[in-house]
C-alpha cells in the first residue's frame, strides 16, 4: 500500500521514524539482531571451518567416545535455545513496551 | 539416475507393512478431512481462507512451523545420512537448527508486522508496485513448482518403500499414490484453506513429533540411558569408511573423494553448510506461517518456539541415526547413498514389527501430503494476490474467494499432471536448489527491504532475478545435472561446480542488489520510514482521505467486508484498521 499512501499519511510515519522514540527503538533493535548474528553465525562459521580445515581438532577424545566434534554440536544447538529464548525474552522487556507506545501515539491520533 | 522413477537399485524390502499402512493412513486421512471440514465454516473471505483470518495462536503456530520442518528428506532420509556418514551427516542436520534462528532474528517479527499475504507486500514498500509484485510471484512460483516436484517425489518414496515389498521401485504403484494423495492434498485445501492447513500441520507435527520421542526412548532403553555406551556401538558396528574414517568424526563427507570425479572437497559438504543455514528458512511457503499469526509478537513467539523445539527434534534424530547403526549393525542400515531412508523404516520394523512400521507408513504418507498442500496454500496465495495486484485489480471479496477456490484446483490439478512428469528427472536437484534460492534471491532481497534505506526497485529487480540466473547456470553445470554417477546424465561431463550454489550465488545476489541500487537514482526515503515504523510497530495508519473507499486501497481482503465479523476477528491484532 506504500505507493497508494497519500503524502499526508507518508508524513506521518517520517515524523514518527525521525522521533526520539523511535530512533531509540531501532539502534535498540538494531544492535541486538547484529550482534546476536554476528555471535551466533561467526560460531557456527567456525565450527563448519573447522570440521573442514582442522578435522583431527575434532577428532580428539574429551570423554570416552565423545570428541570436540560432538561437544561442538551439542553447544551449537544450545547455542539456538539460549539465541532464540534470549531475544524472546529482550524483545518483550526491551523493544515491546517502546513499539507499542509509538503504536499507541501514532495510532492514537487518528482517532 | 535421479529421481524416484528412475529406480533405485533394488534392495530387499524386509520391512513394509503395506496392508497396515494403508489400514493407518486412511482413518488419518479421514480425521483430517473431519479437521479441515470443520474449519469449513469459519470461511467467509479471502483473508480467512488464506491467513485463517490471522487468527492462529503463537503455540499453534509454532506446532504447524514444526510440522512444515518435516519432511521426507528432513527426517526420514536424514536418520539414514547420520547413520552412514556420521558426524558430517549431524553438522548436516545441525545446520537445518542453526538455520531456523534466521527465522527469529530477521523474518517472523517484521515480516508480520508490515503484514499482508506474500513477500511482494514487503517489496512493494521499497519499489514500484508491479515489479515488486512480479518479483514476488516469480520467487514464489519457482520455488513452489521445484519444491511441489520434490515432494510428489516423496510421496513416490514412501509409497515404494512403506506400501510395497518388492525389491524394485514400483512405479505404477508410486504414479497412483502420487495421483489419489496429490488429488486428496488438494481437496484437503479446496475446502480448509490455511484454518485447515494450519490445524493439518499442527496434527502432522503431533503425530511425527510423538513417533519420534517414543523411537527415541525404545533406542536409549536399549542402552540404559547410556549414550556413552551407545556412541561406542555406533562406532564399532559403523560402516567402515574406504578411506579410514571414524563414524564419530569428521571426514566422511568432507574428505577427498567424498564427492565422484571432483577435487572440490571439503569445500563441497561446507557449501552445503553455509546454503542450509542462510537458505533454508527463505522459502516463500514458510513465510505464510508468519502472516497467519495474531501478531508480529506472537509471529516472533511461534519462530521462536519453533527453533527450539527443532533444535530438541533434530538431536532426537542424531540418537535415532547413531542408534540406528549401534542397534542394526553396518549391513542393517541403508549403506548407499539411494538407500538412505530405509535405515528408518527397518529400525522401527526390527523394534516393533510390522504394526510399528505400518503405522510409520501411514503417518509419514499423511505428512508428505500435508507438506503438498502446504505449499499448494502459498502458491496460491502468491498467484491471487501478487498478480491481481501485478495487475491492478481488486477484486470484490466475495468474488475473490471464489477466484482462490477455482486457484486452488487449477494450479494443484496442474502441479499433479505436470510434476509427476518432472519428478523422473529432476527430484534430486529440486531441494537443494530451492534452498539455493533461498539464499541468492530471498534472503538478500529481504535483508536490503528492511534494513537499507537507499534500496529501490532495480536493487530488487537485481537482487531477484540476478540470484535466480546464477543460481540457475550453476544447477545446470553442477554434479546434480552431469559428470557424476548419481547425477541426471551420468555419461556426459560438463559440471563445473561441485559445490551448492548458495554458497557463492548468496554473496552475489547481496551484491547485484548493492550495484543495482546505487546505479539508480530512485530514492524513497519516505517508503523506508514507512516500513521500518510498520515492521518495527505494526503501526498502521488507515489512509484518512476517506475511510469508506480508502481501505480498499489495503492489499487485504476483509478490509471491504461490510459485517462487523471482520473487525472483531482482527482486533486481536491490535490494529484499529483491521487490516494488518
Known amino acids: 500500500m506504500g505507493t497508494k499512501n497519500s503524502a499526508a499519511d507518508g508524513d506521518r510515519y517520517v515524523a514518527v521514524f525521525d522521533s526520539a522514540q523511535f530512533t531509540a527503538l531501532r539502534r535498540r533493535s538494531n544492535a541486538f539482531i547484529g550482534w546476536a548474528s554476528v555471535i551466533f553465525y561467526g560460531w557456527w562459521l567456525l565450527v563448519i571451518l573447522l570440521a573442514a580445515f582442522a578435522p583431527d581438532f575434532y577428532r580428539q577424545d574429551l570423554v570416552g567416545p565423545i570428541n570436540v566434534g560432538l561437544l561442538a554440536v551439542f553447544l551449537s544447538f544450545n547455542l539456538v535455545v539460549v539465541v532464540a529464548s534470549v531475544y524472546m525474552r529482550f524483545a518483550r522487556t526491551q523493544l515491546d513496551p517502546l513499539s507499542e507506545r509509538i503504536r499507541a501515539d501514532l495510532e492514537g491520533g487518528l482517532r | 539416475m535421479t529421481g ?38 469459519g470461511i467467509r473471505t479471502p483473508n480467512d481462507f488464506l491467513l485463517a483470518g490471522k487468527r492462529v495462536g503463537a503455540g499453534q503456530n509454532a506446532l504447524a512451523m514444526m510440522g512444515a520442518f518435516m519432511m521426507y528428506s528432513t527426517v526420514i532420509i536424514i536418520i539414514g545420512h547420520v547413520a552412514l556418514n556420521g558426524y558430517d551427516a549431524i553438522l548436516f542436520v545441525t545446520a537445518f537448527a542453526v538455520g531456523s534462528v534466521l527465522g527469529v532474528l530477521i523474518y517472523a517479527g517484521p515480516m508480520r508486522n508490515v503484514g499482508g499475504h506474500t513477500m511482494g507486500d514487503l517489496f512493494v514498500l521499497r519499489a514500484r508496485e508491479r515489479p515488486a509484485r512480479i518479483a514476488s510471484a516469480v520467487v514464489t512460483l519457482v520455488t513452489y513448482t521445484m519444491f511441489m516436484v520434490a515432494m510428489l517425489g516423496a510421496i513416490g518414496l514412501v509409497a515404494t518403500r512403506m506400501f510395497d515389498t518388492s ?82 568424526g569428521p571426514g566422511r563427507l568432507f574428505g577427498e573423494n567424498s564427492t565422484p570425479n571432483s577435487g572440490q572437497d571439503p569445500w563441497v559438504h561446507l557449501s552445503k553448510l553455509v546454503s542450509v543455514v542462510i537458505g533454508g528458512m527463505g522459502m516463500p511457503w514458510l513465510f505464510m506461517r508468519y502472516y497467519v499469526a495474531t501478531s508480529g509478537r506472537d509471529a516472533r513467539r511461534s519462530a521462536g518456539w519453533a527453533a527450539m523445539f527443532t533444535a530438541g527434534f533434530y538431536q532426537l534424530l542424531i540418537i535415532i541415526g547413531l542408534g540406528a547403526v549401534a542397534l542394526l549393525g553396518a549391513k542393517g542400515i541403508g549403506t548407499n547413498y539411494h538407500h538412505r531412508d530405509t535405515t528408518l523404516p527397518r529400525l522401527v520394523d526390527d523394534f516393533g514389527g510390522e504394526w510399528a512400521s505400518g503405522l510409520l507408513g501411514g503417518v509419514a504418507m499423511i505428512s508428505v501430503a500435508a507438506i503438498f498442500a502446504a505449499m499448494l496454500i502459498n502458491a496460491v496465495t502468491s498467484y491471487t494476490k501478487d498478480i491481481n495486484a501485478a495487475r491492478g485489480r481488486q477484486p470484490e ?72 540466473a546464477v543460481t540457475v547456470v550453476m544447477v545446470a553445470f553442477s554434479n546434480g545435472v552431469s559428470g557424476d554417477p548419481n547425477s541426471w546424465w551420468p555419461n556426459s561431463d560438463f559440471k563445473i561446480f561441485d559445490i551448492e550454489p548458495g554458497l557463492i550465488a548468496g554473496p552475489l545476489g547481496f551484491l547485484f542488489g548493492y550495484l543495482g541500487t546505487i546505479t539508480s537514482s530512485e530514492r ?57
Do not use: C
Open chain 2, 397 to 468: 471479496p466475495a468474488a475473490e474467494l471464489k477466484e482462490i477456490r477455482r486457484n486452488v484446483l487449477v494450479i494443484g490439478i496442474v502441479s499433479l499432471v505436470a510434476g509427476a512428469a518432472m519428478v523422473p528427472v529432476f527430484t534430486r536437484i529440486f531441494i537443494p536448489t530451492v534452498v539455493d534460492l533461498g539464499a541468492s534471491t530471498v534472503l538478500p532481497a529481504i535483508v536490503y527491504s528492511l534494513f537499507w534505506r537507499r534500496f529501490n526497485t532495480r536493487g530488487l529487480m537485481w537482487t531477484v532475478y540476478g540470484g535466480l
Open chain 2, 4 to 41: 524416484v522413477l528412475a529406480a533405485p537399485p533394488p534392495i530387499d524390502n524386509t520391512w513394509a507393512a503395506p496392508a497396515i499402512a494403508i489400514a493407518v493412513a486412511i482413518p488419518l486421512a479421514i480425521l483430517v478431512f473431519a479437521l479441515v471440514n470443520a474449519a469449513r465454516g
Open chain 2, 167 to 248: 525389491p524394485e521401485a514400483n512405479l505404477p504403484l508410486a504414479a497412483v499414490a502420487m495421483v489419489v494423495v496429490g488429488l486428496v492434498a488438494i481437496l484437503w485445501v479446496y475446502m480448509g484453506g490455511m484454518p485447515g492447513v494450519t490445524r493439518m500441520l499442527v496434527l502432522k507435527a503431533i503425530l511425527v513429533g510423538s513417533f519420534v520421542v517414543v523411537l527415541t526412548v525404545v533406542v536409549l532403553a536399549k542402552y540404559k540411558l547410556n549414550i556413552i555406551d551407545l556412541l561406542d556401538d555406533a562406532e564399532a558396528n559403523a560402516n567402515p569408511d574406504k578411506r579410514g574414517y571414524d563414524l564419530l
Open chain 2, 524 to 580: 524513497n526515503d519516505a517508503g523506508f520510514a514507512e516500513m521500518q515504523v510498520r515492521a518495527l510497530t505494526g503501526a498502521v495508519v488507515p489512509p484518512r482521505n476517506d475511510p469508506s473507499t480508502g481501505s480498499a486501497n489495503l492489499p487485504t481482503g476483509s478490509v471491504g467486508v461490510p459485517n462487523g465479523s471482520a473487525d472483531k476477528r482482527d482486533r486481536g491484532s491490535r490494529t484499529p484498521s483491521g487490516a494488518h
